[in-house]
């Protein structure tokens, strides 16, 4: 079993950066693309970046050029750099692992104030 623990969320203004971080249990983060989702009130969860097990990544038009997805093999971690917030950034983030089937972590709220 794949367990997903995010922290790094909070609250922040207009133009500040946070950092998520996800860490999995188990022995499949090696294998697996890791992802940042977000869902933001009454709208659908949608992704924000993507990370192959390569390193290959891929992001939403919404935040290239401000946020960066990277991961820790050794720590079976990945993270979300996200400078330059927006008002419309504010959702909650849902980390994500794809392995045969997608696993979710229990997400962690953002909220940024303009």
Request: with cysteine; aromatic share 10%; hydrophobic share 35%.
């Amino acid at each position: 079993q794949v367990q997903l623990v995010e922290s790094g969320g909070g609250s922040v203004q207009a133009g500040g950066s946070l950092r998520l971080s996800c860490t999995a249990s188990g022995s499949i983060f090696s294998s697996a693309t890791m992802g940042w989702y977000r869902q933001a009130p009454g709208k659908e969860r949608d992704v924000v970046a993507l990370i192959t097990t390569a390193g290959s990544t891929s992001y939403a038009d919404s935040v290239k050029g401000r946020f960066t997805i990277s991961r820790d093999q050794a720590k079976r971690t990945v993270f979300l750099q996200m400078n330059s917030l927006k008002s419309e950034d504010t959702a909650v983030y849902y980390c994500n692992l794809k392995w045969v089937r997608n696993y979710w972590g229990q997400g962690t709220q953002v909220t940024v104030s303009s």
